[in-house]
């Protein structure tokens, strides 16, 4: 059976999460939960899938603050995997100060470390790790090759790619990224980003603006 893919758009700042889910197995990983964690909780209470991980793409407020909120709720919690880059970030609760936000709990400290290359497993599928710095230090995307599915959090966006303004930001590193780590992929791959509708590689290596 296919992996099977949710988003879920959330928080103040319109994050996209992501459940991916392996039906065969009822086995489930959260993707950047933002926020509203009741919802994506109910989610998985719908479709009787078990959370074994929380995937984060990076540290930023705007994708984790929902974990402590799922990690409450699920037994067990599951453990939450972030880039060891991007943990000077997650102290810094996400920068959320930045933003003139807060949030109430950041939660536990991430205790997965995801590595460049590493396979995750969500039942019987696999998808990789690609670090992707340049929107932060620490940012990576996870590439589901028998989905054909790139979820690319704040790296690339359909026709827009990440914000290199903020503490950690680095724009030639970011371009580099896109063109190393997703122009790489075939073309009818499927973008899923951390905002705003999703898109394909080919797409984005004809039309987006910024990597041309
Ligand atoms: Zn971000
Ligand atoms: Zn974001």
């Not at 959090?153 to 580099?176: M, N, Y």
């Amino acid at each position: 059976m296919p992996l099977q893919i949710l988003s879920f758009t959330v928080g103040p700042v319109a994050t996209n999460a992501y459940l991916l889910a392996d039906p065969a197995s009822g086995e489930a990983v959260l993707i950047d939960p933002g926020a509203e964690a009741p919802r994506l909780v109910q989610a998985l209470r719908a479709h009787a899938w078990r959370l074994t991980t929380i995937w984060l793409t990076h540290a930023h407020f705007d994708h984790l603050g929902g974990v402590a909120g799922v990690l409450r709720a699920v037994q067990p919690p599951p453990p939450v995997g972030l880039h060891p880059h991007d943990c000077w970030l997650w102290q810094a609760k996400g920068g959320a100060d930045w933003f003139g936000l807060d949030i109430e709990d950041p939660g536990p400290a991430p205790d997965l470390g995801f590595y460049h290359g590493d396979t995750l497993q969500i039942g019987e599928h696999a998808c990789e790790v690609r670090h992707t710095p340049g929107h932060t230090p620490g940012h990576v995307v996870f590439y589901c090759p028998e989905a054909g599915a790139l979820f690319a959090g704040d790296l690339i966006f359909r026709g827009s790619v990440g914000r290199t303004d903020l503490p950690g930001g680095d724009h030639q590193a970011l371009l580099e990224s896109i063109h190393t780590q997703v122009l790489t992929l075939p073309d009818a791959t499927r973008i899923f980003p951390g905002h705003g509708p999703a898109t394909t590689v080919g797409a984005e290596r004809q039309g987006n603006p910024f990597l041309t």
